[in-house]
């Protein structure tokens, strides 16, 4: 792998990973495309994944530190018999919905793993997600005005949120736009919406890193691409930043049809390209 290889990578899993358009689908299509085995680039992909979690944690810094001493708090308050005080600490009702919405992500991941890596080397799975994202996005445009911020918001909506993220396993189905969906479909204000889905990615995406690095290392990796793969994790950091800031705007905007009509034809052409290419 080169160094233009590796950017372009970086750049798609960047600049997908957070608009919803579904990074899985994209480097699963372009791996099929250009008969990239996937154990191959293993330890990339996770390094990819690395990169993306420096954007979030570039724009959320502030939110992550808060968050970080409110843990901190936390068990100090439970130690000492105060309780979790929710209702008291909006920044800790944060932390506990984050952890709520993680919880059936992972048990999504752990039990359908399998069965969902295998559609990966299937063009018509990944275009069908590519469409399903569609559909997601074209129903999250037409979400009337919300009212629920971290006050408002309860353990259910944490929970439907983690449910549609764990489903965006499923390669083509974008798991910063189901998300998104979750969040406005339960009556989420749009800003905290995006706020709310680019945060639990956190957890999500460690945990995705957490699983696959040891066969990544096993798999191992020449020290040649050592600095393609160091130029990959940075232009899916600058990608990645770019995304977050650009989707913030666009879902303020309420201009999310424009991703609609763009999987949807991107799925119909990965389809075809699979019957065409057989």
């Not at 005080?85 to 800790?92: I, W």
């Not at 890596?117 to 063009?123: A, Q, T, W």
């Not at 793969?229 to 309420?254: E, P």
């Amino acid at each position: 792998m080169g160094y233009l290889e590796a950017v372009i990578l970086g750049l798609v899993q960047g600049l997908a990973e957070f608009l919803p358009i579904s990074s899985s689908g994209h480097l699963a299509l372009l791996q099929n495309i250009f008969e990239i085995r996937g154990d191959k680039v293993l330890l990339f992909t996770v390094l990819l994944h690395v990169g993306t979690l420096v954007s979030v944690f570039i724009i959320y810094w502030r939110d992550i530190c808060e968050l970080l001493v409110e843990l901190a708090l936390t068990i100090k308050d439970l130690c000492t018999g105060k309780g979790l005080r929710l209702a008291e600490r909006p920044v800790r009702k944060l932390g506990v919905m984050i952890i709520v919405a993680t919880i059936p992500t992972a048990l999504i991941g752990l039990l359908f793993n399998d069965i969902f890596e295998g559609m990966y080397l299937s063009l018509t799975a990944i275009g069908i997600g590519f469409l399903i994202t569609g559909v997601l996005m074209f129903l999250a445009e037409r979400m009337g005005s919300a009212h629920k911020n971290i006050e408002k918001m309860n353990f259910r909506n944490a929970v439907f949120i983690g449910v549609l993220q764990g489903i965006a396993i499923y390669p083509g189905i974008s798991r910063s736009g189901s998300t998104l969906v979750g969040g406005l479909t339960t009556g989420l204000q749009r800003p905290f919406a995006v706020k709310f889905a680019f945060l639990i990615s956190i957890p999500s995406i460690l945990g995705s890193v957490v699983l696959e690095l040891p066969d990544a290392v096993k798999e191992g990796v020449d020290p040649q691409v050592f600095g393609p793969i160091l130029a990959g994790m940075a232009v899916a950091a600058v990608s990645g930043f770019i995304a977050i800031k650009t989707m913030i705007r666009i879902v303020s905007k309420k201009k999310l049809s424009y991703f609609s009509y763009y999987v949807w034809a991107l799925g119909i052409f990965t389809i075809a390209y699979g019957f065409l290419g057989r």
